[in-house]
């Protein structure tokens, strides 16, 4: 998945600032347009955390808009994205998670921690357990 951001050349202070619409916790900057997109990504991820932290739902991305960037989210965050998305929704805790998985509730915090390395079959088991049908179409 992959998110706009909006890169500006602060000439004053000699560095590329990003910004994101859709994730405005989002901020960086960098010395060149290289490591201004390059810092964007780990920003971006960094940000995540807030949403995941306070339970709220991860914003979508939008369409980028003239002179935008995208940046891509990997795979192994958005799918975490989507899963804590589709808890939010469904007003699922993690303790009914771990009861419709059938796994202890301290699986359950590893498989939506996303400092925690998880296959992606068990976040689309976890996904089948809130009745989503995920698939990767290319």
């Given at each position: ?120 079959d068990t976040i689309a088991d976890a996904l089948k357990a809130l009745g989503k049908k995920p698939n990767l179409i290319i």
């Amino acid at each position: 998945m992959f998110y706009p951001a909006k890169i500006i050349e602060d000439k004053k202070d000699g560095v590329f600032v990003v910004e994101f619409r859709d994730i405005p916790e989002a901020l960086t900057q960098g010395e060149t347009l290289d490591e201004a997109k390059d810092m964007a990504q780990d920003a971006l991820i960094t940000a995540m955390d807030f949403y995941f932290e306070d339970r709220r739902a991860v914003p979508k991305p939008t369409d980028p808009l003239s002179g935008e960037y995208l940046i891509e989210l990997p795979l192994s965050v958005w799918s975490k994205v989507l899963l804590l998305n589709t808890m939010l929704e469904q007003n699922v805790t993690q303790s009914d998670l771990a009861k419709r998985l059938g796994k202890p509730r301290q699986e359950v915090n590893r498989i939506i921690d996303l400092n925690h390395s998880t296959k992606i079959d068990t976040i689309a088991d976890a996904l089948k357990a809130l009745g989503k049908k995920p698939n990767l179409i290319i």
